[in-house]
């Protein structure tokens, strides 16, 4: 038994990366009787087996070695469903308690705890009356993650979740700030330090791997000025009408900050340039321009459709690009969502706003363009 539960302790502590001195802080005992139940020379008190398991998110039959099929079965069908109400937009009551049920089934898995925080604030964070009680639960959830958390990554996001939430939940700037100022500055990245380290390996043309690392530092500096320029200008310039066709020409400066850098394959980033286009049609519209409105839309459209043709290991042309390609999938990088960039700029298109356009046979060829490639 000593070496069955010890083997199997020692790899669900690495499979949650957590030290043998984190373990044994939690069960009360000292580090050395962690080491000694993981080399075998030693097992735990059997009433310690309800607390390690309950850590571990497993059964007590699990830690002495009994499969976990079941489990991983479970595990995989909630993450599926995770999957699904991340893509669809669809949150309500039923979804968060659907939610917090996965998080009294497995305890200990990080991100079953985080998509409850999450799934409470698409439900209620962005409305006009948030329910304050819903979202302290959320706050704590996100508290709890960046204390106990020993993946730096998944920290980091989880402070930058509870700076939004600060910011947009509870309207509360100054925690806001206090939470990002715990992530790392731009200062000490590890973009701009590859950059700037391997900017001078790069020199060597057959560094391919270093002119990588810089033009990796380009494509993310170029994705974070585009959609932060954007919304400025949507949210942060006044919005009266007098105003709107300023708004257009910064938006139009920004597509050519896109085309710059990523030239005519644009791959993924089609869809950033999808969706500015889609923001002037809506001033156009509204200054009553239907024509211009349906050319944007078109650009909108055509962006739309070589964004979901993009695929695994597709590369890019543009000479501060031409040495990536589009990424392959990765739990960070999901090459099937529920649903594609056709599916959701279509569902946009119907819109109260476009209704002057119903009739208008170019708005209508549009619809069935984007309807033909809908998933």
Known sequence: MNLTIGTKIKNLRSKKQITQKQLAAYLGVTEQAVSRWESGSGCPD??????????????????????????????AEIRRRIKELSSSGNNTEETVAESRGWVAEFPGEEDIQEQLANEICRYTMWGENPDLRLLKEAERIYRTLIETTSNMEFRNNMLENLTTLYAVGF?????????????????????????????????????????????????RLADMLGSTVVEYVIDSIPNSPDRWDEKIGYFE?????????????????????????????????????????????ERMTDHVLLADKA??????????????SYPAASEEFDLNPIHNSAYYFRMMMNQERYAPLRENERFRQLCVRMEAEMK
């Open 46 to 75: 059997i009433q310690l087996i309800p607390s390690i398991a309950s850590f571990f998110s497993v059964t007590s039959d699990e830690l002495f070695g009994i499969t976990l099929t079941e489990r991983e079965a479970r595990l």
């Open 171 to 219: 309207k509360d700037r100054l925690r806001a700030e206090e939470t990002a100022n715990q992530l790392p500055g731009m200062r000490y990245c590890r973009e701009l330090t590859k950059s700037n380290v391997f900017s001078i390996m790069a020199r060597d043309p057959e560094d391919r791997a270093s002119l990588c690392y810089i033009q990796e530092y380009i494509v």
């Open 253 to 297: 400066r920004i597509i050519e900050l896109y085309e710059l850098i990523f030239g005519e394959n644009m791959l993924i980033y089609h869809g950033s340039v999808a969706y500015i286009c889609r923001v002037i049609a809506t001033y156009k519209v509204a200054q009553g321009k239907l024509e211009e409105t349906c050319d944007w839309l």
């Open 311 to 324: 695929g695994d290991r597709d590369a890019y042309t543009s000479p501060f690009t031409d040495q990536l």
